[in-house]
């Protein structure tokens, strides 16, 4: 059974990191593309950031660009999105996805297949 679980959300200031884990079981994250969408209140859901099954293609939205960093860890199987210099706008809920050969390509949505169930990351003072 594929899976995706979120951890590493919760509450922080302004200016603050944050780390989050997506773990991945019941498949080989090393042939998948996985990334990260986020909904802030009163939103729809936002693609954040996406790294391409062979790591070589990484996006960012333009807002957390130079301020997040997604990444994969093999040994692991998880994939991870470190947030600093966090924004009371990054608050909302973000969600882990992950698409076999998932390449994430510009101008082409992130079209994951797979979702973690959500984690809540508020920034505030």
């Known amino acids: 059974q594929l899976q995706l679980v979120e951890s590493g959300g919760g509450l922080v200031e302004p200016g603050g990191s944050l780390t989050l884990s997506c773990a991945a079981s019941g498949f080989d994250m090393d042939t998948y593309g996985a990334g990260w969408l986020r909904q802030r209140p009163g939103g729809e859901r936002e693609e954040v950031a996406c790294i391409s099954w062979s790591t070589v293609n990484i996006l960012y939205e333009d807002s957390v660009l130079g301020r997040f960093t997604v990444s994969k860890d093999r040994a692991n199987n998880t994939v991870y999105l470190q947030m600093n210099e966090l924004k009371p706008e990054d608050t909302g809920v973000y969600f882990c996805?992950?698409?076999?050969?998932?390449?994430?390509?510009?101008?082409?949505?992130?079209?994951?297949?797979?979702w973690g169930q959500g984690i809540q990351v508020t920034v505030g003072a």
């Open positions: 996805g992950a698409r076999e050969r998932g390449r994430c390509l510009r101008g082409r949505p992130f079209e994951f297949d797979h």
